[in-house]
T-cell receptor, first 111, second 116 residues
Framework: GEDVEQSLFLSVREGDSSVINCTYT??????LYWYKQEPGAGLQLLTY?????DMKQDQRLTVLLNKKDKHLSLRIADTQTGDSAIYFC???????????FGIGTKLQVIP | GAGVSQSPSNKVTEKGKDVELRCDPI?????LYWYRQSLGQGLEFLIY????????KSGLPSDRFSAERTGGSVSTLTIQRTQQEDSAVYLC??????????????FGPGTRLTVT
């Protein structure tokens, strides 16, 4: 079955870059997502990438996909305290509606 | 406009009681999803609706869990004879249609269920 794994915690200093990593097992994943969950709030879609892409950049966010290794990463440039949140990696197989989420990585930004 | 709302925000119930959790999706969103977020776990898919029908109920953990959606809008998730392992945050999401990147899922704030 599908499985998505990510580390639980990451701490960075304000202004540094953050890199959050994720691995997944479903080789037929079509879409891969990064969601952000701030305290007391629902999940918010940050960005997504199609499985036929290697990289996607959106302002301070860069998503890298290594399909061979089934590895996805999210880089946040110039990390700010407002970026402190839990970041979820998720994948979806094109033929199904189910989205499989990872456990979430808690990003702590130290001022 | 209004986002996805869920009620109650917190629910404490005794083991063995039934509970109903409510989700109000964004107006016009035809797809609705329920997830469970347990402590230390990722989001667990429970069920999704396209309109009023639920093509995929495979994620429901047991037959104590059921969900319905009426009028293509509000959905209720019912848990019968609650157990302590049902304690979790139950999240609802809606989208304009079936999930594709252009049909982003919008999540509600969740209902925190505690079974004592």
């Amino acid at each position: 079955g599908e499985d998505v794994e990510q580390s639980l915690f990451l701490s960075v200093r304000e202004g540094d870059s953050s890199v959050i990593n994720c691995t997944y097992t479903d080789s037929s994943s079509t879409y891969l997502y990064w969601y952000k969950q701030e305290p007391g709030a629902g999940l918010q879609l940050l960005t997504y990438i199609f499985s036929n892409m290697d990289m996607k950049q959106d302002q301070r966010l860069t998503v890298l996909l290594n399909k061979k290794d089934k590895h996805l990463s999210l880089r946040i440039a110039d990390t700010q305290t407002g970026d402190s949140a839990i970041y979820f990696c998720a994948e979806k197989h094109g033929g199904y509606q189910k989205v499989t989420f990872g456990i979430g990585t808690k990003l702590q930004v130290i001022p | 406009g209004a986002g996805v709302s869920q009620s109650p925000s917190n629910k404490v119930t005794e083991k063995g009681k039934d509970v109903e959790l409510r989700c109000d999706p964004i107006s016009g969103h035809t797809a609705l999803y329920w997830y469970r977020q347990s402590l230390g776990q990722g989001l667990e898919f429970l069920i999704y609706f396209q309109g009023n029908s639920a093509p995929d109920k495979s994620g429901l953990p047991s037959d104590r869990f059921s969900a319905e959606r009426t009028g293509g809008s509000v959905s209720t998730l019912t848990i019968q004879r609650t157990q302590q392992e049902d304690s979790a945050v139950y999240l609802c999401a809606s989208s304009l249609g079936l999930v594709t990147p252009s049909y982003e899922q919008y999540f509600g704030p969740g209902t925190r269920l505690t079974v004592t």
